[in-house]
């Protein structure tokens, strides 16, 4: 058997295709049969692969993680998306039909007119052909969202982007300028800066309907401000803060419906005309309720309930109605004096044969939502409950049937749309106005806690589910957030696994204004659970948001808090990846991360002194310290010179790393040295004599016979100087003897004490390279009685051809018979003419 080069047998297969049977051949391994996929390990399900999202964010690549945190980056060339082009109209419409809240299951609801709205939709579509914006004020329930619908069917021509349809519910200025930039242009996985984001919507020409407005001031300016070509139309209530007075916005106030066209929308609502005591019904309830068109919605459904029971009084039944009033009928008796009890006929049973159902009371008309909810079905009923456990948010009717428990719960919705109890709010529902309140004090927030701790499991399960996209995720938003809001304070280890696998669905949606309200509601969910590994991810998560928003402080800290948490879990991969995220920061604020750590993340060795101090990952940014506003600044360089420039800052002196400080401070101090250096030199080689330097022609080599370096021979013409120093030991003086014409040394010098005008014939010899016996630093002073060729101080009365020298201290080398003129020294070979060339 080859162990490199198996056959096919011994995998198990034979050639025919037939499993190998391992009785054949003992010395091959017992084959295993195939697994099967599905087939879990020792209990275990199979892991699932985790959900990741690249998305570029201005000038970094995202990757959103929802196993390890977010990874960010510079964003390379080739990953920087196109520059976002505009939807089609097409496209436009086909976004719209996507962002409508769901139709209904069920038989199509009446479509109720729009009374006494026609003067206000005529002002407001005149106003928005000019180009005006305008805002729309009224109380909850008074019809502000049907008149929107109208006015978008009416300006859908008027501008060239068309009409934006916007939902302002809990949405911020930024969110709102991000969706308005979504619904206008076409960039898939892409989230711009702020600066390209002002850019793209300063040229949008739009109808922007922007419905339940939470904000005013200061932020309506700002996105009036950031897009002058749209003309919007705002949607809100009294109790939202007034735009400043320079706005330019135009003001209108959407007030009740009279008495008479709430007869009428009664009639519509109940689809037949009423009869006199129904319409002092009406007329009793226009009074409590100021006209409000919401409260005659919900009257009407109060009225065909009504006529269901007038027509068949078990119609409620297989709703329970009849055995919920049944029970809670004598509990109600026990409760109240004899005698006092009022009679109410829709909360007490009764058989076909009962006396006529009489109207609800007003009581009832006003706050119709626990009597409207008594006769809906379970599903209904179950579902009303969990949207008050959320605070009001209606989940999607898709997780219905997964919430309470029943396959046909789907259904519930067009039960609670048909008895106006909920309404739509953007692309879904929540509890219309008041009506949580009512149903509240009708005990079906009891279980509240326990109705979120449901809805907060289901939405952890369904968000971390490999097929649900991030949009899916992105539009349940709502209700996930009041899910996480419920039990934050009671269910910590709950709200945690909801924040950490909704927090990066959010993200990878581009709904980063839930996935900062996600990832705070988790912060401190985990805080209150103690579960420090989770603290440190929703940290990083919070660094990683702040540093694509530009804060660049608050993703420090929240970075450095992560690393920290991570570091006393010994967590190396969290830390790694929270200090490159560090370094990004550092490198946007003009600095260098804490630690001397690249943007990889890789710690900076320190420099030894053979070795560079190059960083692995490149040479950081400048840290810029902060400069103080007295200390003087200390600077060890060269004189300054005038015209050179200003004096530098202390910021730039004290900018790189001190790296890189040694080496410039190493570099000055070696340049000066050098410079004093080579000034000495220069100076002394002037005033040493001719004789003494070494010419270009000169040069020195190896002598085989004495094993010694020996100068070459000199140019004929040029004269040596003596080698014996005389019997005084010291070459220069009086008894040093003199070349003659043959080239040895004289005996006796001339008498004239001037060199000799002819010069040897033959050279002298080498020079010796050993010093003299007795040197000496200074000439004699004594005269001897033989003369010199070194001229006195003392003047004479026969002139020479040799200027006097100064008193200074003789070469050590000897000097030769023939002194250069006084002009500049000649670096030539050749020795100077004889005195008689002056």
Wanted: hydrophobic share 35%; net charge negative; proline share 11%.
């Amino acid at each position: 058997m080859d162990p490199k080069n198996r056959r096919p047998e011994e995998y198990g297969h034979d050639r025919g295709g037939r499993a190998h049977d391992h009785h054949d051949d003992h010395d091959s391994p017992r084959p295993s049969r195939p697994r099967d996929p599905l087939t879990p390990d020792f209990g275990q399900p199979a892991p699932a692969l985790a959900r990741t999202v690249q998305l570029v964010s201005g000038d970094f690549l995202l990757t959103v993680n929802p196993v390890d945190g977010s990874e960010i980056e510079p964003c390379p060339p080739g990953e920087r998306p196109d520059r976002p082009t505009r939807r089609t109209t097409g496209e436009r419409a086909e976004l719209r039909r996507a962002a409508a809240p769901p139709v209904p299951p069920g038989p199509a609801l009446p479509r109720l007119p729009l009374l006494e709205r026609q003067e206000e939709r005529e002002r407001l579509v005149r106003l928005l052909a000019r180009g005006r914006s305008v805002r729309l004020t009224g109380p909850a329930g008074s019809g502000r969202t049907a008149l929107l619908n109208a006015v978008a069917d009416d300006c859908a021509d008027l501008a060239p982007d068309g009409v934006v349809r916007l939902c302002g519910y809990r949405k911020t200025p930024g969110e709102l300028l991000h969706d308005l930039f979504a619904a206008v242009y076409n960039a898939p996985l892409h989230r711009p800066e702020r600066s390209l984001l002002l850019e793209l919507v300063h040229d949008i020409g739009a109808v922007v309907i922007l419905d339940d407005l939470e904000f005013g001031g200061a932020g309506l300016d700002e996105l009036l401000d950031a897009t002058p070509e749209c003309a919007f139309l705002l949607s809100t209530t009294p109790d939202v803060a007034a735009p400043s007075a320079d706005s330019r916005l135009e003001e209108v106030f959407l007030a009740g419906l009279g008495r008479g066209s709430t007869l009428e929308l009664l009639e519509r609502a109940v689809g037949r005309v009423l009869d006199d005591e129904e319409a002092d019904w009406a007329g009793d309830l226009w009074f409590e309720s100021e006209g409000l068109p919401l409260r005659f919605v919900q009257a009407g459904a109060l009225l065909r309930q009504r006529d269901q029971l007038r027509a068949d009084p078990h119609a409620f039944e297989e709703n329970g109605y009849f055995a919920q009033a049944s029970a809670q009928a004598p509990a109600q008796a026990s409760a109240q004096p004899a005698g006092d009890a009022p009679f109410n006929a829709d909360e007490a049973p009764f058989d076909a044969g009962d006396a006529e159902i009489p109207l609800p009371s007003l009581a009832d008309g006003a706050a119709p939502a626990a009597l409207l909810a008594s006769r809906l079905s379970p599903s209904a009923r179950d579902t009303l409950k969990f949207a008050v456990a959320l605070g009001g948010e209606l989940p999607h009717q898709a997780h219905l049937p997964a919430l309470v428990g029943d396959t046909h719960a789907d259904a519930a919705l067009a039960e609670l749309v048909g008895c106006a109890l909920v309404t739509a709010v953007g692309s879904r529902y929540r509890l219309a106005a008041g009506v949580r309140a009512q149903l509240e004090s009708s005990g079906y927030a009891d279980e509240a806690a326990e109705h979120a701790r449901t809805a907060a499991q289901h939405y952890a399960w369904w968000a971390g589910h490999p097929s649900v996209t991030p949009e899916r995720v992105a539009a349940e938003a709502d209700a996930v957030q009041a899910a996480l809001a419920a039990l934050v304070a009671s269910e910590s280890g709950a709200a945690v696994l909801l924040a950490r696998t909704a927090a990066p669905a959010f993200a990878g949606g581009l709904h980063w204004g839930a996935w900062e309200r996600a990832l705070r509601s988790g912060q401190e969910a985990a805080r209150n659970a103690g579960e420090v590994a989770e603290e440190a991810y929703f940290h990083h998560e919070l660094g990683v948001l702040a540093l694509c928003g530009g804060r660049l402080d608050r993703a420090r800290a929240e970075l450095e808090a992560s690393i920290g948490l991570r570091g006393a879990l010994a967590d190396k991969r969290g830390m790694i990846s929270g200090r490159r995220a560090l370094a990004l920061v550092a490198d946007r604020s003009g600095g260098t991360p804490p630690g001397g750590r690249t943007a990889a993340g890789e710690e900076v060795p320190d420099a030894r002194y053979e070795e560079s101090a190059s960083p692995p990952g490149g040479v950081p940014a400048a840290f810029a310290l902060p400069e103080p506003p007295t200390e003087p600044v200390t600077l060890v360089a060269g004189k300054a010179v005038p015209g050179a420039g200003p004096a530098p800052s202390r910021r730039s002196l004290l900018s790189g790393t001190r790296r890189n400080l040694v080496a410039a401070g190493a570099g000055a101090l070696l340049a000066a040295v050098l410079g004093t250096v080579v000034t000495l030199g220069a100076t002394s080689d002037n005033d040493r004599p001719e004789s003494d330097r070494v010419t270009t022609e000169q040069s020195a080599r190896e002598d085989r016979d004495d094993g010694g370096l020996s100068a070459d021979e000199p140019q004929k013409g040029a004269t040596s100087g003596p080698r014996d120093p005389g019997k005084d030991g010291v070459v220069g003086t009086a008894d040093d003897p003199k070349p003659s014409a043959s080239g040895e040394p004289s005996a006796k010098p001339s008498d004239s004490g001037e060199p000799s005008e002819k010069p040897s014939e033959e050279p002298t010899g080498k020079p010796t390279d050993k010093p003299t016996d007795k040197p000496t630093d200074k000439p004699t002073d004594k005269p001897t009685d033989k003369p010199t060729d070194k001229p006195t101080d003392k003047p004479t009365d026969k002139p020479t051809d040799k200027p006097t020298d100064p008193p200074t201290t003789p070469p050590t080398n000897p000097p030769t018979t023939e002194a250069p003129p006084p002009s500049s020294p000649d670096t030539s070979n050749s020795a100077s003419g004889p005195a008689g060339s002056s």
